[in-house]
């Protein structure tokens, strides 16, 4: 049974950094996607990040690209998104979720996603 633990979240001022942490477990994670998603309040959830496990290879939206970086630790099975200058508008609850495909074609697709966490909230105060 896969699961996907996150955390890191928490309240920062504007122009803070910001680093969220994806505990992965029960697969084998490196012919895997992963993904980092977020949801404002009232706003549908939206891409933000993404890699494949096996190559590193990565994918941003253009809203966060310059400014977070995601990551992978293989020996601890944890992926990293690292954010830096947060803006209000990066204020949400962020999701981590893992794919059993290891392209990275359609990573920012919601629907190719197996696996979700339960969430862990940013919030950036301007």
């Known amino acids: 049974q896969v699961q996907l633990v996150e955390s890191g979240g928490g309240s920062v001022q504007a122009g803070d950094s910001l680093t969220l942490s994806c505990a992965a477990s029960g697969g084998t994670f490196s012919s895997y996607a992963m993904a980092w998603f977020r949801q404002a309040s009232g706003k549908e959830r939206e891409f933000v990040a993404g890699?494949?496990?096996?190559?590193?290879?990565?994918g941003y939206a253009n809203s966060v690209k310059g400014r977070f970086t995601i990551s992978r630790d293989n020996a601890k099975n944890t992926v990293y998104l690292q954010m830096k200058t947060l803006k209000a508008e990066d204020t949400a609850v962020y999701y981590c979720a893992a794919r059993r495909q290891t392209y990275l074609y359609g990573l920012s697709v919601q629907e190719e996603y197996d696996y979700w966490g339960q969430g862990t909230q940013v919030t950036v105060s301007s």
């Open positions: 890699l494949s496990w096996e190559t590193g290879g990565s």
